[in-house]
């Protein structure tokens, strides 16, 4: 017989719903969300919203196979199931219709002892990625306000503000960030992260920022800005956030782990001989993520 304790409802482990694509060559999305979340021991049940033969940053005819009109009835069966999730995690979508499929999981499954993340997956360094419309930007600004946390890049964060994606790096101001990060948080989130912020006067550094709305306080990290773009990062880097939040990380210690861990992984990487656009090598770094921070190197903002 099953003891029935008040505690017996909890999830043995935590679990997510990763609301994602999955692309078979490339490590992005769920090839990056599944391996780095079970390995900070986070249960990952995949919602995929395409299935796709290589991501779409650096090659060209992939095979995309849209997943929209087979998400509801995904969902349906999940529904049927009673299940509970610890975290509702959302990133690339595939189409328009599917961040209302996304909107409609959310108030489905929405419980009081759970986060939201929405990484609002639209593009970087200054442009959109191939698949993503301005139909889809006006979409994501909905679905944002349905979040706890999101984590844009700063050419998401520009896009979803209207703002222009292709600022100079002077432009970064204190006073310019935190006014994105305030005009963001309106839209709803409790937590904003920013990636990939410019610093001025410093080419080989950039920032990464969170807010926390209640609290009002800023925490930075400031990392090394490695001279090659690898597609992937913003996956891996919102996925360490994730789980760190549900291990009971506080917000800062999240922003370091997964400041940390995008860097080694790049660090692992940069010395290989290989195309950029299969990704960083993160099988090669997944154990580092079961130690604890021992230097911390977060700062207020
Ligand atoms: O890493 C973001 C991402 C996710 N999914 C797909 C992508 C990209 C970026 O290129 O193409 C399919």
Excluded at 109 to 126: C, E, W, Y
Excluded at 137 to 166: F, G, Q, W, Y
């Amino acid at each position: 017989m099953v003891y029935a304790c008040p505690m017996y409802k909890r999830n043995p482990v935590p679990r997510t719903a990763a609301i994602h694509d999955l692309s078979g060559f490339g490590r992005g999305s769920l090839t990056a969300v599944i391996p780095i979340m079970s390995t900070m021991g986070i249960q990952v049940c995949p919602i995929p919203t395409a299935i796709l033969s290589t991501h779409t940053s650096g090659f060209e005819n992939y095979h995309f196979f849209d997943f929209t009109n087979e998400m509801e009835k995904y969902i349906a069966h999940w529904k049927s199931l009673d299940i509970h999730f610890d975290a509702i995690y959302s990133g690339f979508l595939g189409s328009p219709l599917q961040v209302e499929i996304v909107e409609r999981f959310i108030a489905d499954f929405k419980n009081d002892r759970q986060i939201v993340v929405v990484d609002p997956v639209l593009g970087d360094d200054g442009a959109t990625y191939d698949t993503i419309t301005g139909e889809m930007v006006d979409r994501m600004k909905k679905l944002i306000s349905c979040a706890d946390v999101i984590t844009p890049n700063v050419t998401e964060a520009a896009l979803l503000l209207n703002e222009d994606p292709n600022l100079p790096a002077e432009s970064f101001s204190v006073e310019r960030i935190k006014n994105w990060f305030k005009r963001l948080s309106a839209f709803g989130p409790e937590i904003v992260i920013m990636t990939s912020i410019p610093i001025p006067d410093k080419p080989k550094l950039s920032s990464v920022v969170a807010y926390e709305k209640t609290s009002g306080r800023f925490w930075q990290v400031q990392c090394a800005y490695i001279p090659a773009y690898f597609p992937g990062t913003g996956d891996i880097f919102t996925s360490v956030i994730t789980g760190s939040l549900l291990l009971g990380n506080s917000l800062p210690i999240a922003l370091d782990r997964a400041v940390q861990f995008v860097s080694q992984a790049i660090r692992a990487s940069f010395g290989h001989d290989y195309k950029l656009r299969e990704g960083v090598l993160i099988e090669s770094v997944l154990d580092n993520l079961r130690a604890p921070i021992i230097n911390a190197s977060y700062e207020l903002f």
